[in-house]
Every structure is written in structure tokens, then in C-alpha cells.
């Protein structure tokens, strides 16, 4: 198979070059590197069955010869105040390759008679008032929020996605990604996983707003990987999750952080600080991922983690 990723320098898009190259098919990864890192796919480079191309999305999208599959990967995906890759700080960008990257995506499947999977998000179900959140919930979100950026590219980019399916019979796919996290998250993107782990191996308490008691459901990124694959191989046109449904609040995970990377500088805890939008809970129902592609995730937190974190003693250490 030749696989097309957009944003396949970015975190979760490389390990799919990864995971794609490993099973024997032959994988082109395309990237403006405005988020994503060269450093991603540099092991990469040479291979014969591995190209790169450096572009914009959003300025149309082109390959010659055939291609069986366009997985679309594309997009900022921090949504952190401060960090400059966030979508945050880059909403029109956000707001175009959900919008004109999408179409573009979905125009070169059509060309190529090639499946296309669309990378959605959980933030799709915003401030959530169903608990947890199952693939029929349609949401509690704030349109015109600062968070509204990306939750509302990603609902456009679905909307086109099914739109495609039912007026040109495309072969879609449309996953619901809950908290991935793993190598290759970059330190200073704001996310938690990053922020905690980078302030542990630097010696720092951990900065944890308000009584800590909001809750996120961590995946790592070699299991969604896992499911990615699985639903890029079945029928199944309409979203599906895919997350782990362990819950823990942030400060139940910032202790384990700190006890995984012998962190005695323990929990600085701050007046709390939340984004318009920003859920307080947060958790996946995978049972139809579980039904429809016999998929759960295996790795437990902590293992996922010393991963995670060998990684990142790489990153301060270089």
C-alpha cells in the first residue's frame, strides 16, 4: 500500500509512519513544520519506501501515482495560552487546514480512489455535560471561545468528512482522539504531560491549578496507534473513539510524575485558571471501538510514562 499522512512530522502522525513503514507499506509524509519536527521522522530519511515532502495543506495537495489510503493529521493541537505552536496562537492556521486542509485531503482520496481517515478530537464534545462521553453526545460547546478554533475546525473538518462519504460514496473514517501522550510530544507545547514531566526532571514543583480535582483520561500513543489502524482497515464510516477510559485527576497524575522521576520538589498549587471552555472532565466511552474493531488500550499509565520520560531526559540532556 502507498499511505499519504498530512502532518506526518507532528507527534501522533510520525509514530503512524512508524507503525505503517514496520508493516511493509510505503508511507509519504507531508508537513509544513509549523508544528511538527524534522527530528520526528530524521530516522526516517533514505528509506526507499519513505518520502517527505515539506508543504502546506492548505495550498492544495498533490502526488503523482496511486495511493490507497490519506490519513489527515494535520493541525496545531495545544491548546495552551503561552506555547507558540497552540492553537492558541495560531488560529487561522488552525481554522484553514481544518477548512481548506480537509477539502484538500479529501479532494486527493477522491482522486486516487483511496480511504481517507480524518483525525478528530474530543474536544469536540468541549465543556462536556455527559459523562462519560460516548460518540452520539453532541456536545457543550462555545462557538465563538477562545478554544473555539480548534473544536470548531475539527467539527467543520467532520461535517465535510461525512459530507464526502454520502455525496461521492468516499471510503471515510473519522476517529475522536482523547489525551494521547508519549516520545515525540514536544517539552514546551503546554500540555500537561509535557509541562509535568519537564518540570519533575528539572528538579520544580509541579504547577497544579486550583484543588487539581479536574480529571483526564491519558492514552499512550503506541496503543491509539493500534486502534488507528484497526479503523483505517474496517467499514465503519461515522466517529469512533478512541482513548483510555482510566480517569485520574491532575493531581492524583501529578504525584505519580513525581514519584516515576524521584521528584522530592512535591506540588506547587496555584489559584485556579481555566480557558473559556476548558473541561472539568473528561473520559472516553470506547465501547463501540471496542465492538466495531475488537480495540482497547493495553498499556498501563505508569509504563507508558517511564517511556515518556526516558524520552524527554533525552530532549533536556541534548
Same mark, same amino acid.
Given at each position: ?90 488560529? *487561522?492556521?488552525? &481554522? ?5 486542509? %480537509?477539502?484538500?485531503? $479529501?479532494?486527493?482520496? +477522491?482522486?486516487?480512489?483511496? /480511504? ?111 486502534? *488507528?489502524?484497526? &479503523? ?5 464510516? %461515522?466517529?469512533?473513539? $478512541?482513548?483510555?477510559? +482510566?480517569?485520574?485527576?491532575? /493531581? ?67
Amino acid at each position: 500500500m502507498r499511505i499519504l499522512i498530512t502532518g506526518g512530522a507532528g507527534f501522533i502522525g510520525s509514530h503512524l509512519c512508524d507503525r505503517f513503514l514496520a508493516d511493509g507499506q510505503h508511507v509519504i509524509a507531508v508537513d509544513n513544520l509549523l508544528t511538527g519536527s524534522p527530528r520526528n521522522i530524521q530516522h526516517l530519511a533514505g528509506r526507499a519506501d519513505f518520502e517527505f515532502i515539506q508543504h502546506d495543506v492548505t495550498e492544495g495537495l498533490k502526488v503523482d501515482g496511486p495511493l490507497d489510503a490519506v490519513l489527515h493529521f494535520a493541525s496545531p493541537a495545544s491548546p495552551s495560552l503561552t506555547a507558540p505552536t497552540s492553537y492558541m496562537q495560531l488560529p *487561522l492556521e488552525t &481554522l484553514r487546514v481544518g477548512s481548506l486542509g %480537509t477539502f484538500n485531503a $479529501l479532494d486527493l482520496a +477522491r482522486a486516487k480512489n483511496a /480511504r481517507f481517515l480524518m483525525a478528530s478530537t474530543s474536544e469536540i464534545y468541549g465543556d462536556p455535560l455527559e459523562h462519560p462521553q460516548k460518540e452520539t453526545y453532541w456536545g457543550h460547546v462555545d462557538s465563538i471561545g477562545p478554544r473555539s478554533v480548534y473544536d470548531e475546525a475539527k467539527r467543520f473538518s467532520e461535517a465535510l468528512t461525512m459530507a464526502y462519504h454520502r455525496k461521492h460514496g468516499l471510503a471515510t473514517r473519522i476517529v475522536r482522539i482523547f489525551n494521547t501522550y508519549g516520545p515525540r510530544m514536544q517539552l514546551d507545547d503546554g500540555r500537561v504531560v509535557p509541562n509535568f514531566v519537564g518540570q519533575a526532571l528539572r528538579g520544580q514543583p509541579l504547577t497544579v491549578y486550583g484543588d487539581g480535582s479536574q480529571t483526564r483520561s491519558f492514552c499512550y500513543v503506541a496503543d491509539l496507534v493500534e486502534g *488507528l489502524v484497526k &479503523l483505517l482497515a474496517s467499514d465503519e464510516p %461515522t466517529p469512533v473513539n $478512541l482513548g483510555n477510559p +482510566r480517569e485520574v485527576t491532575i /493531581r492524583e497524575f501529578a504525584e505519580v510524575i513525581n514519584t516515576l522521576t524521584g521528584n522530592t520538589a512535591g506540588i506547587e498549587v496555584l489559584p485556579a485558571s481555566r480557558t473559556a471552555g476548558d473541561p472539568q472532565r473528561r473520559r472516553p466511552d470506547i465501547s463501540k471501538a471496542a465492538r466495531v474493531l475488537g480495540w482497547e488500550p493495553r498499556t498501563p499509565l505508569e509504563a507508558g510514562l517511564r517511556h515518556t520520560i526516558a524520552y524527554f531526559q533525552g530532549v533536556i540532556a541534548n
